[in-house]
């Protein structure tokens, strides 16, 4: 076990959880060939295409987008405005493999095809593993320093450390225990002497710090569990792609799109366990592809899942679509917003949004941050964006392909 640094005794601190919460540490190659014919060099790759989708919301990279952190925000701003080069970036290939493999998704004539499709899906599966074994290492660096500060209360736990605890606005604990903590260095006279008094106090304060830290661990642990089977899945599900992609055996790999001509001002790549009827979890990615070509819009919302039957899930996206037909949209984005959140829009956009809601997504994100599974269900409806691009005839533009 690596001693604690000195000036940190016996605290976590906020500033080292925010550095380690800093995202894209982790450089890997999820190439279904990785590491044969893998360059080395781990250059960021955009989970969401700058050419053509992101251009196509930002008149060219002319403006900044948002990028959301709901989910993760611990009392971090929410949603950072960022340039086009730096958003979206995630180092989950390495640079060769990134150019090679999405070549047809980061071209500008881009078509709505299997080949397309397939390949929109694999970098969306791999964003998913990717951020799993980012949130991995975060869990387990704060379950490490909790094991070493328990380790340090048993032996060497002093007054002074006490202090620093109720002091120190950069360590990590709640209010109560700090006040708790607080009273009971009050109730210390400097003018008793009798020093096994003290001790006693210090027992007590030991003791009670202690709980809290192991109360936290326990958070950290389960979560760190769940966060295990998450990733597991997912690496299984990125493992079936790398053998379909290798194999060229596409059977099970689905995908349905709608298309739009009027604009939409959302770009997005995110993933959303769905249960199907028969109560089956299927993984559907949900792309938001806007297309600015000669000022002509075109918009694909493309969905792909792996499975075995052909119906399910489009039955029940059918359903969704056929109640009303901006109802898919509309949920789509609901969906990439409240779950994975690898959408972007510009500032303009957010704002233009009802306040009341964008206080919904921000609700339903964080009740949504330790879940990989969703369900479209009637309350869904209740909170969807209520964005309904129309044609000038007053007519939604809307296809449904299969
Ligand atoms: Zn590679």
């Known amino acids: 076990m690596r001693p604690l640094e000195k000036n940190s005794i016996p605290l976590i601190l906020k500033n080292d959880i925010q550095k380690i919460s800093q995202r894209n540490k982790i450089r890997i190659c999820f190439h279904p060939q990785s590491p044969k014919e893998c360059c080395g060099k781990k250059k960021g790759a955009h989970s969401v295409s700058k050419s053509p989708f992101l251009n196509a919301i930002t008149e060219n990279g002319k403006k900044n987008v948002i990028e959301f952190n709901i989910r993760i925000s611990d009392g971090e701003d929410t949603c950072k405005e960022k340039s086009i080069k730096s958003v979206s970036k ?23 095809n299997k080949q ?5 899906n694999y970098r969306s599966t791999a964003l998913v593993a990717y951020r799993y074994k980012e949130n991995q290492e975060h869990n387990q660096y704060i379950i490490d320093r909790i094991d070493k500060i328990i380790e340090y209360n048993k032996t060497e736990f002093k007054f002074s450390d006490a202090e620093l605890i109720v002091e120190d606005k950069n360590g990590l604990i709640c209010e109560e225990i700090r006040e708790e903590i607080k009273s009971i260095l009050n109730k210390i006279n400097p003018n008793n002497t009798d020093s096994r008094n003290s001790e006693k106090f210090l027992e007590n304060i030991k003791e009670i710090y202690t709980s809290y830290l192991l109360n936290i661990k326990k958070r950290y642990t389960s979560r760190q569990e769940t966060n295990t089977n998450y990733l597991t899945n997912t690496e299984n ?3 079936l792609q790398k053998q379909m992609f290798n194999t060229k055996k596409y059977d099970s790999f689905r995908y349905i799109y709608i298309f739009y001509n009027e604009k939409i001002p959302f770009a997005g790549s995110s993933s959303v366990g769905v249960y199907d009827k028969n109560g089956k979890l299927v993984i559907v990615t949900i792309h938001i592809l806007p297309i600015n070509q000669n000022n002509e819009s075109k918009n694909y919302i493309l969905l792909t899942w792996l499975s075995d039957e052909e119906s399910i899930p489009i039955n029940a996206i059918k359903e969704c679509a056929e109640q009303e037909k901006n109802n898919l949209l509309n949920l789509c984005l609901t969906l990439s917003f409240t779950n994975q959140q690898n ?11 009802h306040c009341e809601t964008r206080r919904k997504i921000e609700t339903v994100s964080r009740e949504n941050s330790n879940k990989q599974e969703s369900s479209i269900t009637d309350d ?8 309904s691009p129309i044609d000038s005839d007053g007519n939604v533009p809307f296809k449904l392909a299969l």
Do not use: P
Request: charge should be negative; glycine fraction near 2%; charged fraction near 25%.
């Open 90 to 112: 995630f180092y989950g290939f390495c640079e060769k493999h990134d150019t090679e493999f999405f070549r047809n998704i980061e071209a500008r004539d881009f078509e709505a």
């Open 237 to 239: 599900l990125l493992n």
């Open 116 to 120: 397309n499709a397939f390949l929109l």
């Open 343 to 353: 959408i972007f829009c510009t500032k303009e956009t957010w704002d233009n949004l």
């Open 380 to 387: 869904c409806f209740d909170f969807s964006l209520n964005f």
